[in-house]
């Protein structure tokens, strides 16, 4: 009897496998004609200044506009899309999209874009930044690369190297989810950053949890002494962006500001929040 029922659930876990296996497969070969099919599409959400709120530039995030599933967020694809060679298509297509609506961009407003390790590992990334740049016309000094721990346990030499070849471009280096992976101190010492974003899980803590708070105003000071930028992510409240401003964090970004804008929300965005430079980009591209 006990070994008939072990078999049952032995074989419903299987069936289980088989088609979550089977759903990959699926989604793994609809994503192939996805980026030909102009299904990806990217959003935009607000980085802002601690002090005034007033937006310094944008990170792209990329959605999968899926005709029958509609909206998939880049955690159920990105993943699927890191285990064959789809993620250095879908990681040129998006730095070069991104850098082309940035180009037409109110002067000074940045663009953040997020790069997976195995698209980092896979290509030659400065060759890539400059393609796009060249294309889009972007200043290199209006672009941002994102990239999380995980990319720094291969090799760790080679990323060096890469990672400096981007940010001789002119590029802006920063490094995502700050805290939530391992040797993060050892790391921040050697390699080339420009900008630590903490992730969203010590903001939302820092709520109700004084210890949260210190590891915040520590990892404030560690920006402080190693003279790079330090970026909020995931901020909600009001009281989590003033205790934020209080101890020097230079850039916020969150629902509190907005959340990641589509391509009709993008440009009322602009009109309201940076009237007088996005009214002189439109004049200008009215007399050209
Ligand atoms: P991330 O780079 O840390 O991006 C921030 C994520 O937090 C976004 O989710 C954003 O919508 C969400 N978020 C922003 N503000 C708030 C807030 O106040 N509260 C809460 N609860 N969430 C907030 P999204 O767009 O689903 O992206 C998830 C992750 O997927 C990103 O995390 C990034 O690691 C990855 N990703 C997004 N776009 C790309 C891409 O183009 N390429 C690659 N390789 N990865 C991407
Ligand atoms: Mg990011
Ligand atoms: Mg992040
Ligand atoms: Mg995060």
Redesign the pocket.
Known sequence: RAKADGRSVYRFFEMQMDSEARERRLLEAELRDAIANGELV??Y?PLVSAKDHQPTGF?????WNHPIRGLV???EF?PIAEQSNL?VE??DW?IEQACRTAANWPEGLTVA????AK?FHRSDISTVVKKALAISGLDARRLEI?I?EGLLIDDPDAVIAKLAEVRDLGVTVAM??FGTGYSSLSYLLKFPFDKI?I??SFVDAASDDEVARDILRAIASLGKTLKVTITA????TEAQAEFLAEIACHQL????FA??LDAVELPHYLMTHVPTRAAAVKAEAELA
Not at 59 to 63: F, I, M, P, Q, S
Not at 233 to 236: D, F, L, Q
Request: charged share 30%; aromatic share 2%; proline share 8%.
């Open positions: 990217l959003h959400q990170e792209a995030l990329v959605r967020p880049p955690a990105i993620i879908i990681g998006t874009v997020n790069l997976s698209h994102e999380t995502d989810d974003k992730d969203r992510e995931g901020v909600e970004q969150g629902f509190l959340r990641p």
